[in-house]
Every structure is written in C-alpha cells, then in structure tokens.
C-alpha cells in the first residue's frame, strides 16, 4: 500500500516519469503505469 501511495505521490508532485518512479520506489514499470492510471486525468 506505501509503495502505491508513493507512485501516485512522485506522479502528481514530482511529475516524474513512470520509469524514474519505478526506480526510485522499486518496482516495475508497468506496475507504475496501471496504479497511476486510474487516478491521473
């Protein structure tokens, strides 16, 4: 749960991409892209 709260943080604050995310939290990218995308405009 953390982990996806901190995707969404680094997507809306940060505006990193979904790799860079990835990285920093420690997980996949794709993981990145499908917990971000129902939330993101």
Partial sequence: M???R???RLKDE???SERQ???SVGVG???V???ALPFMP
């Fill in 2 to 4: 953390r982990k996806i």
């Fill in 6 to 8: 901190d995707v969404l």
């Fill in 14 to 16: 940060c505006e990193l």
């Fill in 21 to 23: 995310i990835a990285r």
């Fill in 29 to 31: 990218c794709s993981t």
């Fill in 33 to 35: 892209y499908y917990r």
